[in-house]
Structure formats: C-alpha cells, structure tokens
C-alpha cells in the first residue's frame, strides 16, 4: 500500500490547518513533521507545541522526523504531544538501540532515518526492532532540495535485506519526491511518501496530492 505523507514544513503556517484539510482531500494519509533543532542540521523549525496544536486539528497520525541532537531527552515530550510514529536518525544518537526502545516505550510507531551518505548496511542490527526506515533522499535541513537518485538503490538493497531477514518494516522516503521522481522511488520498493513541496509548494494542495499519488499508483503496475 502505497501513503503520501505530506510535510508540514512546506506549508502555508498562517494556514496550516486548511491546506492540511486540502491535502487529506486529495488522498494524503500520514502527516510529517520535521523537527530541526538548528545543530543536528542547519535549520530550526518546530517544536512540541505545533505538534500539540496539529494534533487538535486531524486525526491523521502525525510522523514526527526527529533531526535533532539527543533525541532521548525529547521523545517523550513529542509522544505527550500526539505524535504517532518517531523517527530518529542513526547518525544522531550513540546508542541507537536505545533510541529505538524509548520510541517503544512511549507508545509511537518506530523509525529509524539515514542521510544520503549513511550505507543501509548501518541499520543491520536494528532493523528488526523498527517499523519504517525513512531513507533521505535530499540531505537534511532545507524544503524544496533536488533528489538524490542514489536513494533509488538504497531503496532497493533495503528491500533485499528485509526479505532475507524475514523482517516487516516499511521503507518510507523523503526529499526531492514530485511527479519526475515518484515512480524511481516506488518502483524500487518505497511504501511511504513524504512530498512538502511537490504537495504545498505552489497550486492546490489537493489537486497535487491526487497527481502524485496517481503516478506513484501507476507506478506500482510496472514494478518488476
């Protein structure tokens, strides 16, 4: 099953909560919140309280992307926010095991990210303790990046890994997905779609997430 999980950063703030309805409207599923805390990437946006406000205005579950430094000390805050699912990044935290546990423990869906040049191979030992890896296809920090097209082959070897250990987690990705990238990314395996600009950027919210989701359909017919 194919999800379109529409990032907030790129979002109208003075509007989110109408261009938000715009883009459920248009078939968008999961919401994602990157949270940045001007260290881990060079940018600052939100914090728990937009969450919390977000949270008020859906009942959509709200994927919050963690690219932060010590994540532990925040998840349980995001978790009281309403935050469904927690992503943290493997080349954030020390003891990423951990990481993953605490997410667990607070009652959120599970997931692990790497960055463009973090090898899949990293997340061997933990990938049967996540429900999603998020693969970046843009590096961290800034909306409205260019893709990556490496990702597409990341994409590919985590699907080779996750048959061979017989494993359920989902491959989300991020950075870059619009219409000229969408069918690469989920003809080779990708699940979970999280778009900011090709979604809020410029046009109806709701018209470009139904264009979207359309190619990404289309482009489940022709995986090999």
Known sequence: MIELAPSILSADFARLADEVTLAVEGGATLL????????????ITIGPPVVASLRKATELPLDVHLMIENPDLYVPAFADAGADWISVHQEATRHLNRS????????????VVINPATPVQTLGEVLDMVDFVLVMSVNPGFGGQKFIPGSVEKIRKLVTMRNAKGVDFRIEVDGGIALDTVGDVVRAGAEILVAGNAVFGRGNP???????????????????
């Not at 994602?32 to 940018?43: A, C, I, K, Q, T």
């Not at 993953?100 to 997931?111: A, I, P, S, T």
Request: charged residues 30%.
């Open 32 to 43: 994602h919140v990157d949270v940045m805390d001007g260290h881990f990437v060079p940018n």
């Open 100 to 111: 993953l546990d605490l997410v667990r423990k607070h009652g959120c869906q599970v997931g």
């Open 206 to 224: 709701k018209e470009n997430a139904e264009k979207l989701l359309k190619a990404a359909h289309e482009a489940t017919l022709q995986k090999v």
